[in-house]
Structure formats: C-alpha cells, structure tokens
C-alpha cells in the first residue's frame, strides 16, 4: 500500500485554479522529484500534504489515515497526528535566530515532551554529525553560511522522526557552490532509504537520487515516471519544452 495516497486534489484562488485533479502516490521509501516552471502549482501541492494550504476538494491518505477525504478534512487533533509523520524543509531556513544551531535542533522535541532531555540531546549530537555540523553546535544562525542553515533545518525536521520527508526547493535560495552540500545530504537520507518528495529546479539531483519524476505544469500533472523516461525521453510536448530550457 502507497504511503501518500492523493487523489483528485483541487484547490483554487478566486478563479485561478492552482491545483487540477491531482492525483498521484507514493511508496515506501520512494524519492519523488516534482519538476515544473514556476506558478505551476508544485509547492501548493506539497504544502497541501502537511496542511499548510487547505485544499478545496479531493483526498489525501497518509498512512492508514486521511488527512482530508473528498474534501472534508479529518479533525484537529487527527491532522496533527498525521501531518507529524511528515518533515517539511522550505525554501527559506526559518530557522530561529536567538536559539544556537543545537537549540533550534531541541526545541520543537522538547515541547513535544515525549522522550528524556538526555534522548533529545543524544539525537542531535548525531544529526549534527550526520550534517556536518558537530563544530557549529553553540553557533547562531547569523553566523552560519546559507548551506550550513539548510542543512541544519533539514536536521531540525529529522528531530521530529518523520516517516515522509517533504522539501520545496531546498537548493533555491543558495549560491550554485553551497548547493552541493545540501543536495549531498539529501542524498545520504535517500541511501537511508527515506521517504522523499522533493520540489526543485535541479535535475541532476532527479535523475541521479530519485526513482520518479513528476512534471507539473499549469496546476496539472503532465507527466510521471522514471527519471530516465521523463528527463531523457519525454512524451507530452509541455515536458520536451520545459527541460530544453532548463537543460540549457
């Protein structure tokens, strides 16, 4: 059974119409990369997954669970449970700027208060190796580069124990060199077999990491499948258009 399950979604904004009937899944352990131009709706579409933009018809399963079905949403503290099996990583760190790296790290655990202080502080001494951050641990987020913010946030959502990471455009706000640090440490988490949809404008991180490609475009789904079908041998002529731009 596919552990996101979303099926006819819509969503509109006055007249605009964001979202078209969007129906997709996705595995255990897939990495989803979800290709397009700008404003075709790839973003409300993620947000959507966690809640943060609420959808105006269609279905989204999460697990065993329905985050909203044929429009009606699941009650509140059910969202909650749910959209707490997903991590989101946003274009912008949003990291908080009086906490040190370790602090943004503990806080969201700790107000959760589930497991022991010393359970939390050992969890984030070993994403912060796992990062490359372990000498960055009392730094504040001023003093760290933009590469090192995002990887840092990605840590801060791997805190919560996600089952399902969600990134949009992880890479978008960085420099082309601190890139390549983040997109690294997404591509240990996929080698860890972690549940990946991942928005972004690099396509050498979807053809090499991920094992399915969506193209969006104009609030709809234009195309889907391998990495190698999609990007190397595309079929609707929206697709052939977009990735001879963005290949250039």
């Given at each position: 059974m596919a552990i996101i399950e979303v099926s006819n979604l819509k969503k509109s904004y006055g007249n605009l119409e964001v979202l078209?009937?969007?129906t997709f899944d996705v595995n255990k352990n897939d990495v989803v990369a979800v290709i397009g131009p700008s404003g075709s709706g790839k973003s409300t579409?993620?947000?959507?997954?966690?809640?943060l933009e609420k959808i105006d018809g269609g279905s989204v399963r999460v697990g065993n669970d329905y985050l909203v079905k044929d429009g009606a949403y699941a009650k509140p503290q059910e969202i909650k449970t749910i959209t707490s099996k997903m991590g989101m990583v946003f274009q912008h760190f949003n990291l908080f700027p009086h906490l040190t790296v370790r602090e943004n790290l503990e806080l969201a655990p700790k107000l959760v208060k589930k497991e022991t202080a010393a359970e939390i502080s050992k969890r984030s001494t070993e994403l912060l190796g796992k990062i490359g951050l372990t000498d960055r641990a009392s730094a504040y987020p001023s003093n760290l580069s933009g590469g090192q913010k995002q990887r840092v946030a990605i840590a801060r959502a791997l805190m919560m124990n996600p089952d399902i990471m969600l990134f949009d455009e992880p890479t978008s706000a960085l420099d082309p060199e601190l890139t390549g640090e983040v997109l690294q440490v997404m591509k240990s988490l996929a080698e860890e077999h972690m549940t990946m949809i991942v928005v972004t404008h690099e396509m050498g991180f979807a053809m090499e990491v991920a094992n399915r490609v969506i193209f969006m475009d104009n609030g709809e789904i234009i195309e889907s499948g391998h990495p190698s079908e999609v990007l190397s041998n595309p079929?609707?002529?929206?697709?052939?258009?977009?990735l001879n731009r963005s290949l250039k």
């Open positions: 078209k009937q969007i579409m993620l947000r959507s997954l966690v809640h079929q609707h002529e929206r697709t052939k258009a977009f």
